[in-house]
Structures are given as structure tokens and as C-alpha cells.
């Protein structure tokens, strides 16, 4: 990537989980050992298991996203929905590996590759570093303490805190409002196109899109990196 930024910014606001943090690399670890530990029998079916799971989660996270369903349900439901899907009728063992999962996920490290490289290259270049993110803010804390990400970041932001999930301007607001940050100073950095870019892009905010996977779209982000280690020629 060639370096195309003629504009200054001084706040970098970066996503967690899928951007810095590798959220599925580390959920997959996490689940494969609760299938070991509850269906062993189950363990030669863990791609169906996993690919259950993941359609499952991701429409409950969007209606949780809506404000349909708290996050108390969101924990539970999605493991006994998944094992009712897979004919497997036990809500107690779901209840146990929702509460284990979110037990133990947040411990997991995985990163994606440079992630300590290139924050610690922006924060010696003296930008203010913040984490807005849309997850549980007692897991997020864990998460970014085990993997060692909470030195480079003034503060950590949360949905809940906010009172507004992304890609809602409100969260985007507070974002800059809690941390005394200008707009036009200011620029998101993160992996999902309609919370991330698509949210922070129609508050009027900068956005740079870590398109890792090299998915094909129409959004137009300021800037577009598939490894962290461009965004040195982007700041």
C-alpha cells in the first residue's frame, strides 16, 4: 500500500474482536474443548457443530444488536438452540457451555499477525489509541488485559456503556464526546463493513477498512488494509 494520507488524525478508534483480537481462531478453541468435555461423541461432527453455532449466533448478536433480546438470553439460547438444532435436547448441558464459554473465551490470545507491531509503532507516534467495541464490557476487560493489548489504549468503550450498539451515531458521539476528540481528527479502524465503516462513514467519520479476508464490496472506506501492518502507511 502506498502512503495517501494527506490528512492529520490523532484518534485512532479501533474495533476488538475480528480486528485485533482473532475472535474466531480463539472461539473455535474454546468450543472444540466444550465439545470434548460435554459430547464427546460429537467431536467427529465439530464442522457441523461449528457451522450450527455460528448461524445461530450471529442472528441472535444482531437482534441483541436491536435491543429484541438481552445479553443474558443471547449467552444461553445460542447453545440450546445449536444443540436443539443438532437433535441434542439438553438445555442443561447448553446452559453449561454458554456459562463456560463465556468463562473461558476471554483468556484465549490470539492475535492477528502484527497487531503488537503496528500499535506499538502508532502509539510511539504519539496518537491517542481508544477501543470501541460492541462486546460484553466485563469479557472485553479480560480479553484486552490476557493478550496484553491495554497498554497501548487510553480507554476502552463499550456499547453498553454508550447505551448504543454500532453502527448507531450515538455510540459514535460518546465515542468522541467521553474522550474530548474532534470528528475531523479522528478515524475508525475496523473489520465489519456495516458496524465498523458503514456506521463510523455516515456519522462523518474517517474509517479504515481491515478487509483481511480481501472480501469483495462496494463500500468506499477512506482507507483499506488487509494486514495491520499497513496501516504504517496509512498514519
Same mark, same amino acid.
Given at each position: 500500500?502506498?502512503?495517501?494520507?494527506?490528512?492529520?488524525?490523532?484518534?485512532?478508534?479501533?474495533?476488538?474482536?475480528?480486528?485485533?483480537?482473532? @475472535?474466531?481462531?480463539?472461539?473455535?478453541?474454546?468450543?472444540? #474443548? &466444550?465439545?470434548? *468435555? +460435554?459430547?464427546? =461423541?460429537? $467431536?467427529?461432527?465439530?464442522?457441523? @457443530?461449528?457451522?450450527?453455532?455460528?448461524?445461530?449466533?450471529? #442472528? &441472535?448478536?444482531? *437482534? +441483541?444488536?436491536? =435491543?429484541? $433480546?438481552?445479553?443474558?438470553?443471547?449467552?444461553?439460547?445460542?447453545?440450546?438452540?445449536?444443540?436443539?438444532? &443438532?437433535?441434542?435436547?439438553?438445555?442443561?448441558?447448553?446452559?453449561?457451555?454458554?456459562?463456560?464459554?463465556?468463562?473461558?473465551?476471554?483468556?484465549?490470545?490470539?492475535?492477528?499477525?502484527?497487531?503488537?507491531?503496528?500499535?506499538?509503532?502508532?502509539?510511539?507516534?504519539?496518537?491517542?489509541?481508544?477501543?470501541?467495541?460492541?462486546?460484553?464490557?466485563?469479557?472485553?476487560?479480560?480479553?484486552?488485559?490476557?493478550?496484553?493489548?491495554?497498554?497501548?489504549?487510553?480507554?476502552?468503550?463499550?456499547?453498553?456503556?454508550?447505551?448504543?450498539?454500532?453502527?448507531?451515531?450515538?455510540?459514535?458521539?460518546?465515542?468522541?464526546?467521553?474522550?474530548?476528540?474532534?470528528?475531523?481528527?479522528?478515524?475508525?479502524?475496523?473489520?465489519?463493513?456495516?458496524?465498523?465503516?458503514?456506521?463510523?462513514?455516515?456519522?462523518?467519520?474517517?474509517?479504515?477498512?481491515?478487509?483481511?479476508?480481501?472480501?469483495?464490496?462496494?463500500?468506499?472506506?477512506?482507507?483499506?488494509?488487509?494486514?495491520?501492518?499497513?496501516?504504517?502507511?496509512?498514519?
Amino acid at each position: 500500500m502506498q502512503k495517501r494520507n494527506i490528512k492529520t488524525y490523532k484518534n485512532l478508534y479501533f474495533d476488538l474482536d475480528r480486528t485485533l483480537w482473532d @475472535f474466531r481462531t480463539n472461539s473455535e478453541e474454546v468450543l472444540f #474443548d &466444550l465439545i470434548k *468435555k +460435554y459430547l464427546p =461423541g460429537f $467431536i467427529s461432527n465439530f464442522s457441523i @457443530f461449528l457451522k450450527t453455532y455460528y448461524t445461530i449466533n450471529e #442472528d &441472535l448478536w444482531l *437482534k +441483541y444488536r436491536n =435491543g429484541e $433480546i438481552t445479553k443474558e438470553i443471547l449467552r444461553h439460547k445460542r447453545f440450546i438452540d445449536t444443540l436443539k438444532t &443438532l437433535n441434542i435436547g439438553d438445555n442443561n448441558i447448553a446452559v453449561k457451555m454458554g456459562e463456560d464459554y463465556i468463562k473461558n473465551s476471554p483468556y484465549k490470545t490470539g492475535l492477528f499477525p502484527h497487531t503488537i507491531e503496528t500499535l506499538t509503532y502508532l502509539k510511539n507516534k504519539g496518537y491517542r489509541m481508544f477501543l470501541l467495541t460492541n462486546g460484553f464490557l466485563e469479557v472485553q476487560k479480560i480479553k484486552i488485559k490476557e493478550s496484553k493489548l491495554n497498554i497501548f489504549f487510553e480507554k476502552m468503550i463499550t456499547s453498553e456503556e454508550a447505551g448504543y450498539q454500532k453502527p448507531h451515531r450515538r455510540i459514535f458521539e460518546y465515542a468522541l464526546k467521553t474522550v474530548n476528540a474532534k470528528k475531523d481528527e479522528s478515524i475508525m479502524i475496523g473489520d465489519d463493513i456495516e458496524n465498523d465503516i458503514l456506521g463510523a462513514k455516515q456519522f462523518g467519520m474517517d474509517t479504515v477498512f481491515f478487509n483481511e479476508k480481501k472480501l469483495n464490496h462496494s463500500t468506499k472506506p477512506t482507507f483499506e488494509i488487509t494486514d495491520l501492518s499497513e496501516l504504517i502507511y496509512v498514519f
